[in-house]
């Protein structure tokens, strides 16, 4: 098992910047690929970035891979998605993931591990 806490959300104005932290406890957090999705009202949940257990390899939704980065500490156990340049469509619940793939997916489904999420309110 994987304990996943995030934490960092918060409310802020249109082309703000939040970095979100995502520290995990139990297994040895480098065996995992580590994952943030999103979720706003009414919306199904989405993949926002994701990373390798190395941290070399990242990938980004599109709407995401010209202001969001995500990276990870493995010695902290921890992994983080900075942001940059918020729009109000970015407003959401914000969640951390880990799975053991190798790579990190795209799919909710290719993760095992959920944390609660943290809420993300952009203003304009």
């Known amino acids: 098992q994987v304990q996943l806490v995030e934490s960092g959300g918060g409310l802020l104005q249109v082309g703000g910047s939040l970095r979100l932290s995502c520290a995990a406890s139990?297994?040895?957090?480098?065996?995992?690929?580590m994952g943030w999705f999103r979720q706003a009202p009414g919306k199904e949940r989405e993949f926002v970035a994701g990373?390798?257990?190395?941290?070399?390899?990242?990938y980004y939704a599109e709407s995401a891979k010209d202001r969001f980065r995500i990276s990870r500490d493995n010695a902290k156990n921890t992994a983080y998605l900075q942001m940059n340049s918020l729009k109000p469509e970015d407003t959401a619940v914000y969640y951390c993931?880990?799975?053991?793939?190798?790579?990190?997916?795209?799919?909710?489904?290719?993760?095992?591990?959920w944390g609660q999420g943290t809420q993300v309110t952009v203003s304009s």
């Open positions: 990373i390798d257990r190395s941290g070399r390899t990242t």
């Open positions: 993931a880990a799975g053991g793939r190798i790579l990190p997916g795209r799919g909710a489904d290719e993760y095992e591990f």
């Open positions: 139990g297994r040895t957090f480098s065996w995992y690929a």
